[in-house]
């Protein structure tokens, strides 16, 4: 049962376009969203999240898009360069277990998006 | 300014070996967590920590041990390794929200 799904394993586009991941979730209890960027050989890394009250947030390239109703998030990065290129990772923040104060994170799959010179 | 470190970056263990994987933090964070890579996977919760002396089971938790014995290590244990343990293992240790991970271990069971 995957709670985060992100449905596009792979993304290309070129350098200067927009890119759009999307990350859909299925657990109405999440209520922080995450994306991480991953580089080969390295541990993931923050890159922007936003919380379930809102509905945008953004940090100079990367803008990230809540739908609670469609349970869809998506990252856009504009424009794309080069750099970009890694896998990205969405994951939402939950309680551990029902009626506690712990909080684990829920990663989706990834995708590999790779920026075209 | 270390954040997460993991020791060792690399091993090759035979089936049957035991080994311990150690995480380090220096953000004085409570929470803590072992995850591993695989391919098409994702990543998933192994063990977590909430405190110090504290640990849970996570998604994954069969095959490991783990202990919080200091606030700021975490460590992960494989008692007898077993060639479906060859993975990444990533950990990550979280203040108020994003979580923040180590370099990873890629560990090779033969």
């Known amino acids: 049962d995957q709670q985060v799904k992100q449905n596009s394993p792979s993304l290309s586009v070129q350098e200067g376009r927009i890119s759009i991941l999307n990350c859909d979730y299925t657990n109405s209890m999440f209520d922080y969203f995450l994306w991480y960027k991953k580089y080969p050989a390295e541990g993931p890394t923050f890159l922007i999240s936003?919380?379930?009250?809102?509905d945008k947030n953004e940090d100079g390239r990367f803008t990230v898009f809540l739908n609670k109703s469609a349970k869809h998030l998506s990252l856009h990065i504009v424009p794309s360069q080069p750099g970009d290129s890694a896998v990205y990772f969405c994951a939402a923040k939950s309680l551990i277990y029902s009626g506690g104060s712990n909080y684990k994170l829920t990663f989706g799959k990834g995708t590999l998006l790779t920026v075209n010179p | 300014n270390a954040g997460v470190t993991q020791t060792p970056k690399f091993r090759v263990l035979k089936t049957g070996q035991s080994m311990t994987l150690l995480c380090a933090q220096d953000?004085?964070?409570?929470?803590m967590y072992w995850y591993r890579q695989d391919p098409g996977m994702g990543l998933r919760l192994i063990h977590y920590?909430?405190?110090?002396?504290?640990?849970a089971k996570g998604e994954v938790p069969d095959g490991y041990n783990v202990s919080r014995l200091k606030k700021q290590n975490f460590l992960l244990g494989l008692e007898s390794a077993a060639p479906s343990q060859t993975s990444v293992y990533f950990c990550?240790?979280?203040?108020?929200?994003?979580?923040?991970f180590g370099q990873g271990t890629r560990l090779t069971v033969v």
């Open positions: 953000m004085n964070h409570e929470y």
């Open positions: 990550a240790s979280r203040g108020r929200a994003e979580a923040f």
């Open positions: 936003i919380s379930s009250i809102k």
């Open positions: 920590s909430v405190g110090e002396g504290t640990t």
